[in-house]
């Protein structure tokens, strides 16, 4: 066998690499031409005012939420209302039978009428000199006394009529007709959901700033609350109260947002996210493009006065849709790095199309 027969799938091989090479080369050198094709554009940080949004889940809670509760020992006469009734404040909702109560006002009735009628004789008998002025006292003392003991136990009969403190929606009833319920059992509870509270808790470094903020612009604060399916409540909120107390396990304050609620769309117990507008003034700002993340730093490039960029590690307070607000790192003075950022390299000096109009919409 011709030893050229083993050489030639060796021989094919290598043009086959060589080629491979040629062209590899070839695209490179097409390929560097392209990194120049891309303008480097630099600009400077403005200073504007921006509306920031910041969203916190909160638990929805009526306005006013009570508990009805049996006043008295008895039996559960009357169920005037249903689940989830609107009602009004005095609507009848409860009648108990109080049979201990009721017998205790029926003895002590009879005893104001033996009182008065010795009240009287004695007062006949002062009158012709029968009885002293102190026995006379005595007797009426002892009739006021029994008065106040009827007007007591009177009052405990009436609390068996239980009637609606305020107007609002019954929620679930706990005992049915007939039932013997004690002094304090639960009947049900009323809220009155006209208007709700959204509670929400804010960390204790945007309290900070929310505060500084507030009191310099209190009104340019709006308050919006998304619902659970993602819609916004139509109508808008505002801050209620802010609790004193600062929770440690959490590291948060609590927040109170109020709603109107006049069609009774959101309930007790419902959850949403609160979104706070703010308008920051005076903010300084930068687009997000000019940008670069380096581990958990983020970074710009700024340009000095002979043209060669320098890496500079900047601090963001929030962020827009397009834009970072800026604490620190760069000033209005600076000249960063808007559009080529990845084509350049700390320390290099470049060439850029300047950008003085402005960037930032």
Known sequence: MNVNT???????????????LVSCGCNSQREKPARGRHKIVATSPQVKAVMITQSYVCQIEAQRFVKIC?????????????EGQMVK?????????????????????????????EANTTKLQAMQKMSSEQELAIREAELDKAKARERMLAAKVDRATVTAPFGGII????????????????????????????????????????????????????????LANGTKFKHPGKLGAIVADFNNRTGTIPFRADFPNPDRLLRKGQTGNV?????????????????????????????????????????????LEDLFVIKQGV???????????????????????????????
């Open 89 to 117: 404040e005095g609507d009848l909702l409860f009648k108990l039978r109080p049979v201990l109560s009721q017998a205790k006002l029926d003895a002590e009735r009879a005893t104001v009428k033996i009182s008065q009628l």
């Open 275 to 319: 979104l706070i507008h703010r308008v920051l003034k005076d903010a300084l700002v930068i687009p997000h493009r000019a940008v670069f993340n380096l581990l958990d730093k983020r970074y710009v490039f700024v340009v000095d006065n002979n043209d060669v960029v320098h890496q500079r590690e900047i601090e963001i307070t929030n962020e």
């Open 171 to 226: 929620q679930r009833i706990h005992h049915q007709k007939g039932t013997l319920v004690e002094d304090g059992d639960v009947l049900t509870t009323l809220s009155d959901s006209s208007s709700i509270w959204a509670n929400f808790d804010v960390p204790e470094t945007r309290y900070f700033e929310f505060m500084a903020d507030r009191n310099q612009n209190k009104d340019d604060l709006k308050l919006e609350l998304v």
């Open 331 to 361: 000033g209005v003075n600076d000249k960063i790095v808007l559009d080529g950022v990845m084509q350049i390299q700390d320390g290099e000096k470049i060439e850029y199309e300047d950008l003085p109009q402005p960037v930032i919409k």
């Open 6 to 20: 083993f050489n030639f799938p060796i021989r094919q091989a290598a043009v086959l690499v060589l080629i491979s």
């Open 70 to 82: 049996a006043s008295e020992r008895g039996n559960l006469d009357e169920v005037a209302v249903k």
